[in-house]
């Protein structure tokens, strides 16, 4: 069975530092992997993408700096370590894979991106307060 499991989400304080894990169950981490974000009442958000052919990583504005992520070399794991972390970063985080190609720096700006992606993850939520 294909699963994406998520965890190490939790609550913060300003500044401080998290990470992210994305299991791969049943599969491997081919093509690409990404990660978004949904905070309450609003839509979901690319965070940051990598491609695994290459390793090449993308990421929002609003984290570059911040966050950075990285997988295992077994590409069953990839992680998103989110470091300075601010309260507008308060979301529930989900990792999101497909079983084709996907280019990162199109799939990370959709603005509906879960008919896109084939498998998503069960979500994990941060919280970032004093």
């Known amino acids: 069975q294909v699963q994406l499991v998520e965890s190490g989400g939790g609550l913060v304080q300003p500044g401080g530092s998290l990470r992210l894990s994305c299991a791969a169950s049943g599969f491997t981490f081919d093509y690409a992997v990404a990660w978004f974000r949904q905070a309450p009442g609003n839509g979901r958000e690319g965070v940051s993408c990598?491609?695994?052919?290459?390793?090449?990583?993308y990421y929002a504005d609003s984290v570059k700096g911040r966050f950075t992520i990285s997988r295992d070399n077994d590409k069953k794991t990839v992680y998103l370590q989110m470091n300075n972390l601010k309260p507008e970063d308060t979301a529930v985080y989900y990792c999101?894979?497909?079983?084709?190609?996907?280019?990162?720096?199109?799939?990370?700006?959709?603005?509906?991106?879960?008919?896109?992606?084939?498998?998503w993850g069960q979500g994990a939520l941060v919280t970032v307060a004093a």
């Open positions: 999101a894979t497909d079983s084709t190609p996907f280019p990162c720096q199109v799939v990370m700006h959709t603005l509906n991106p879960d008919p896109v992606l084939e498998y």
């Open positions: 990598l491609h695994i052919s290459d390793d090449s990583t």
